[in-house]
């Protein structure tokens, strides 16, 4: 099966295309690289940007994941023009163009943040969604957008991720369970804020399981799935970054 990821050399993108290859995958990238490229070297990179993105450039691919864009409501209200056009246009653009190239899966990396600031209760697939800032509006109507497209021959899978956590060879460290290993370890010192505020966390290595298991699905499936390793407090989150950087001093 050959894949293009869109944004793989990301953060999430960098751990999944291993695991890909592993499985033996033919794996294209289109990034701009940004960020570097800390990719596998037989890893095939189109530097160019999504809107630039013809027909012809996906033709003979099985899958599309799309995993660019903004990545945190810091950089969507920095710019809230820029969080529109590449969270919220861009993958319905992406996807009407995978599509028209014959290509049969497209997967979306969306956000838990879709549900906006939520109180103490769960929310599954069926929950309302409604969020009132820049970031989680934009993913919410960028998937509105590539789920118009699902039909008996084009498969679309968005993922409502949690926040993820974990090593990656193009590390985060803007995102809570990095920012605050790297606090403890760097600073000895983790800060706290709004200890009883819940977080869905993901593990990176559950998030590439997730895609894994969207390319794996049987063609019928399409949908908007959450995904999440477990949910835990911000308070919950500094513990246990605590306990396990003190097991590194003993």
Partial sequence: MKIMIAGGAGYIGSYLIPELLDRGYQVDVLDLLWFGNQLPGAIKVFQ????????????GYDQVILLAGLSNDPMADFSPAYNFIFNMAAPAYLCYIA????????????????????VDQFYDENSPAISNYPYGIAKLQGEAGIIQMIDNDFSVISLRQGTVSGY???????????????????????????????????????????????IEANKIISGIF????????VGEVGDIVRTTVGEFYH
Avoid: H
């Fill in 48 to 59: 160019k940007d999504i809107y630039s993105v013809q027909e012809k450039d996906l033709e």
């Fill in 168 to 214: 990656s060879p193009r590390m985060r460290l803007d995102l809570i369970v990095n920012t605050m290993f790297k606090s403890a370890m760097a600073n000895g010192e983790i800060i706290v804020n709004n200890p009883a505020i819940w977080r869905p966390i993901l593990s990176i290595k559950d998030a590439a399981n997730a895609y894994i298991r969207s």
């Fill in 226 to 233: 959450n995904v999440a390793s477990g949910n835990y407090t």
């Fill in 99 to 118: 599509k028209r190239a014959g290509v049969k899966r497209f997967i979306y990396s969306s956000s838990c943040s879709v549900y906006g600031y939520t």
